[in-house]
């Protein structure tokens, strides 16, 4: 089974700065998918960030980028700038067939 | 464009009782999946029902059963309650069930089992 694991509990960052969450996951398929949703206090998981594994190039969404290792099977999402309003709980995901795996959560506060 | 509504907000079931979620899917996506979230946790997939079928199933109890019904909105209910069901609801609407469709979302049902 494709399992998302997320090492950071926790990070902070101090407004307008940079900041990079971690994510490995584990699979043996070649073509895939994988997200970052954003998680705020109200709860709704807003996507933030797509790739596809067959694309070599890094996917770009204003702020927010991400470093796709194919071959570590890595997945960071690093976030420039930072806005208070990007305080939130992030998680990456990985498409298995119809389903979302979901790692375990990065807590990102932002400090002004 | 209407987004995806979950209903009710907040409920609060004892141990035992029966409970039903609704999810209004958004506009046009016939594709419906439901997410258990327990707290501190990333969500875990209950199912998911495509046209009105299930389609799909992840490593959940018979209990959890769910219906779509021909607009593409979704219960989902659980029997039995248990405590380890308190948990955030998630719904999730989309084009397909497969390929590059999108999963949207909806704000959650808040279950608490005493």
């Known amino acids: 089974a494709q399992t998302v694991t997320q090492s950071q509990p926790e990070m902070s960052v101090q407004e307008a700065e940079t900041v990079t969450l971690s994510c490995t996951y584990d699979t043996s398929e070649s073509d895939y998918y994988l997200f970052w949703y954003k998680q705020p206090p109200s709860r709704q998981m807003i996507l933030v960030i797509r790739?596809?594994?067959?694309?070599?190039q890094n996917a770009t969404e204003n702020r927010f980028s991400v470093n796709f290792q194919k071959a570590a099977k890595s997945f960071s999402l690093k976030i420039s700038d930072s806005q208070l309003g990007d305080a939130a709980m992030y998680f990456c995901?990985?498409?298995?067939?119809?389903?979302?795996?979901f790692g375990a959560g990065t807590i990102l506060r932002v400090k002004s | 464009e209407t987004g995806v509504t979950q209903s009710p907000t907040h409920l609060i079931k004892t141990r035992g009782q029966q409970v039903t979620l609704r999810c209004s899917s958004q506009s046009g996506h016939n594709t419906v999946s439901w997410y258990q979230q327990a707290l501190g946790q990333g969500p875990q997939f209950i199912f998911q029902?495509?046209?009105?079928?299930?389609?799909g199933r992840g490593n959940f109890p018979p209990r959890f059963s769910g219906l779509q019904f021909p607009n593409y909105s979704s219960e989902l209910n659980v029997n039995a309650l248990e405590l380890d069901d308190s948990a955030l609801y998630l719904c999730?609407?989309?084009?397909?069930?497969?390929?590059?469709?999108?999963?949207?979302f909806g704000p959650g049902t808040r279950l608490t089992v005493l």
């Open positions: 995901a990985y498409r298995d067939g119809n389903k979302l795996v």
């Open positions: 790739q596809e594994a067959y694309k070599q």
């Open positions: 999730a609407s989309s084009l397909s069930s497969l390929g590059v469709g999108e999963q949207y």
């Open positions: 029902y495509y046209r009105e079928e299930e389609n």
